[in-house]
């Protein structure tokens, strides 16, 4: 399976409108993009719960969830606060507009569109995304990330006293995610974790994010304690 990072990023589109949800899937894919749609929120959250796109695309009228209050839930959760969101939608008032910036949306294209601008807009967020990602790798919350190393070291010094127990739900890993996830259990930093696979530290970021989703944790330290009490670290 080619790397993601081979491709110029992954999208999530949300939209009920099926023609046109195939539409602009068929030319963001023509464009290079990978792409994965949802008909409604409901399950538009729980792709992202699956797996973290490079830039989320909704449309704001849909029905039991609508955009707005969409992207409010994804903006509460830590893990998508700075996923880049573009609003594809018919509403184009100013009202409506300065409503969704307000909620955190990055853009906002009214339809009709020109699909061109469309890609311009979704490429220029994922160059600002990925530049931001190269600048600050792990520095961001560095002195939050040295003590859950440190945390990590000290439950590998315990792992032979840490009592195993079945997974509450069954937990299937990715080859990759099982890599990524060791590495974490080694107490390696993301760049440094980058480098051993030999991939983008954004990817590993997605393979850490997938990981606390799937155990249910909020942490590196948690995601570890976890592992090993379930008999989920390979090394």
Do not use: C
């Not at 939209?15 to 023509?30: C, I, K, N, T």
């Not at 955009?67 to 509403?91: I, N």
């Amino acid at each position: 399976m080619a790397d993601q990072s081979e491709h110029p990023g992954n999208i999530l589109l949300v939209d009920d409108e099926p023609g046109l949800r195939e539409a602009v899937q068929a030319y963001l894919e023509d464009s290079g993009f990978g792409v994965q749609v949802a008909s409604n929120a409901k399950e538009g959250w729980e792709k992202l719960q699956q797996s973290t796109p490079d830039v989320l695309i909704s449309d704001i009228m849909m029905p039991q969830v609508d955009g707005f209050t969409f992207l409010k839930q994804v903006r509460e959760d830590p893990r998508f606060q700075s996923l880049p969101v573009v609003f594809l939608t018919a509403r184009g008032m100013t009202s409506d507009r300065i409503q969704g910036y307000n909620a955190g949306v990055d853009a906002y294209i009214p339809k009709p569109f020109d699909p061109e601008e469309l890609v311009a807009v979704v490429s220029n967020l994922m160059g600002r995304r990925a530049a931001q990602t190269q600048t600050s790798g792990d520095v961001p919350d560095i002195a939050a990330m040295a003590r859950q190393i440190e945390e990590i070291k000290a439950l590998l010094t315990q792992r032979g006293s840490i009592a195993q127990t079945p997974a509450p739900i069954r937990i299937d890993l990715t080859p990759r995610e099982q890599s990524v996830l060791d590495l974490v259990a080694e107490g390696l930093m993301n760049k440094e974790i980058a480098r051993r696979l030999e991939t983008s530290v954004r990817n590993v970021e997605k393979y850490v994010s997938r990981l606390f989703s799937k155990t249910g944790t909020n942490s590196r330290t948690e995601l570890v304690r976890y592992a090993l009490e379930h008999g989920l670290v390979t090394t």
